[in-house]
């Protein structure tokens, strides 16, 4: 064994402007280093529990899931280890084996993976146009749910994508909502990319349950999720029959560790940021108007009302070919510019976020992506 | 919201010997909190991701988990969110609905919660003496399966808790692992207390599966955890229909984040420290035989086998009463010498362990107790 390789661990691109979407709302604010210092031993959490995390007061973990019910505007409030582990836990404790979910065809893939664990069917709402928008039919929901029910099929769960991970298209919820409860069924809005991120008010969006994802979109050290329901659903997370403060789908603790005081430490900053949404919006939607100008096309719903930004790069593509890098010119170029996170190799589609970055660092991230195009 | 409570958020015990065995192995060295610095924003880890944690080779989640294979000498290794989600993952993987467990009486709460979530069928093997021993009846498995046989019942695993959390009492695993293979049945050893803490062995042990947890034992941040298991049992593990190289169970990915960078940190200081077993053995007992000496009397296996001691005080109980402070007294006065991780309030029973205290602390730890005692 090379013991020497798990020494000095570095992380290569730690000082970079990094445009993966998946990282830009997961990038922590002093406060949470500051906080890791205090609690990065293993249990450190613990030091002041009796029984239940949730109820923890020292750190104050259970002032903080009621701030977070607040914030979210939802009644309860509980960790899990991210919005994947959330998901499996409403479905696991919802439905039966065998029944039917439907969901969004941009659902995320743990969405189906969840359901699949849970031993579940899948009925998918598609697009009302496909290319370029991808934009789901909303309102088909009413139909596959009808589709199922003429059937005989059971129906365990109606799920919606608040923003999807593939175009960044938001979805009015209220409509899939207001569907669910007609039709008597409850409602999971998966909140990966836009609690943290964007205002969610769980109740006007009609939805039963939340989840939420700390490291993609709430400025935390990964993982960590959150999951909020409706007083109306408390039943549905059960406790155990023979340690009886226990729940037993959160099989007693979840995130007992670093990722939760990260989580509470950025809770403040997040509260904050979250009002200055448009203004990450205006940023998006500026770096959308300068790359399309050099053959940059924008997929999904436009103007863009998230900041995941899905493009098709001809240009790109043509570059490659000529360059004696390949597809990898791109990578190279702005990794010398010290920009990361847009996926080496690939030159027909990028995605990319700006969320949470400078105005002067999304105009340099723009000129420099103009300077490699037109060189 | 008063958001300002989560400003500056403190660890009161952090300068404190700790003396809780929960906390004691997730104690991380200072390997670990440099490699925290680097790679603390949220889905760092996955800057050069293709599509699967345990494939990752920067930072090296590949290589760490072969070396982890090595280490506990089992064929397999993936990560989990903790020892509890590994037991929950090898129970839901194997076992149908309605399936018999057979488990020792000492197991964790979390392997009931664990089988309760799988809606499994729990068998206990019980303990050849009870008080003050509580060891566990070890032949006892093979009875309780023959029994079940009998009953026609279906026996999905074998469970055995390594080292259990409340007596610290170290159970001869390749007993039961013997009985399990000669029955047919697939054998799970809980190792939350043992492995990282001392060495184990999992091949020799007979295991088919092994779940460990970084935080309790590791000296990781939580939570994360370790499963292991062997190459016959590999196709339990299924990936998913639609996403081939995503692994169901694991819903994709599972400790996408800090507590896996600590793991690794820390993976060498853990591999020395395993070493050194037998002085940690030294210590506890010294801690007992000077504790036996003032009216403490240790319960569970001796001479201890594993850190983790239970005392039954009834001194403690004796002052109390006479105390204004009534049980608190003995919280208080360790907390005034720097002293903390005894239940606070309780005089009964105690438990601790000085796991990792050099040996100047050990001294201390004893002094500070007679001292309190003798008052």
């Given amino acids: 064994m090379n013991l020497d390789r798990y020494k000095n661990l570095k992380r290569q691109n730690r000082e970079t402007i990094n445009l993966n979407p998946i990282q830009r709302g997961g990038v922590i604010p002093s406060e949470a280093k500051k906080a890791i210092y205090e609690f ?3 249990y450190s959490i613990c030091d002041f529990c009796h029984g239940r995390l949730d ?5 104050p973990v259970r002032d903080f899931l009621n701030d977070l019910s607040e914030f979210l505007n939802m009644d309860i409030v509980r960790l899990t280890h991210g919005a994947r582990e959330g998901k499996f836990i409403v479905m696991h404790a919802l439905c039966k084996e065998g029944d039917y979910i439907v969901l969004d065809k941009n659902a995320h893939y743990t969405s189906y993976l969840a359901a699949e664990r849970a031993k579940l069917n899948i009925a998918e709402v598609g697009y009302e146009k496909e290319y370029p928008i991808y934009k789901i039919d909303l309102e088909r929901y009413k139909e596959v749910i009808d589709e199922l029910e003429d059937k005989n099929k059971s129906i365990g769960l109606i799920l919606l994508t608040h923003v999807d991970g593939n175009f960044g298209n938001l979805n009015d919820a209220k409509k ?5 409860k007609s039709k008597g069924y409850p409602f999971l809005l998966n909140c990966a990319y836009t609690v943290g991120r964007m205002p969610v008010d769980g109740k006007k969006l009609k939805a039963d349950f939340i989840v939420a994802s700390g490291h993609k979109s709430m400025a935390a050290s990964g993982p960590i999720g959150v999951l909020a329901f409706n007083e109306e659903f408390s039943e549905v997370i059960k406790t155990s029959k023979r340690y009886p403060i226990k729940e037993v789908e959160f099989l007693g603790c979840t995130s007992r560790g670093l990722p939760l005081i990260t989580l509470m430490a950025s809770f403040p900053y997040v509260v904050n940021r979250v009002k200055y949404w448009e ?5 998006t939607r500026y770096v959308v108007d300068e790359l399309e100008k050099i053959g940059f096309k924008q997929l999904g719903i436009k103007p863009k009302e998230h900041d995941l930004i899905k493009f098709e790069t001809p240009i790109l593509d043509e570059i490659a070919k000529r360059d004696k890098r390949k597809g990898y010119f ?3 170029e702005l990794k010398k510019r010290g920009i990361t996170g847009i996926k080496p190799g690939v030159t027909k589609e990028v995605k990319m976020s700006v969320y949470g970055l400078e105005w002067e660092q999304v105009e340099y991230v723009v000129n ?3 300077e490699i195009v037109n060189r």
């Fill in 330 to 332: 791109f990578y190279d």
């Fill in 40 to 42: 990065w031993d293993g």
């Fill in 368 to 370: 420099a992506i103009k």
């Fill in 55 to 59: 109820e923890i007061d020292n750190p």
């Fill in 176 to 180: 899939v909502g207001k569907i669910a």
């Fill in 279 to 283: 203004d990450e919006i205006k940023k």
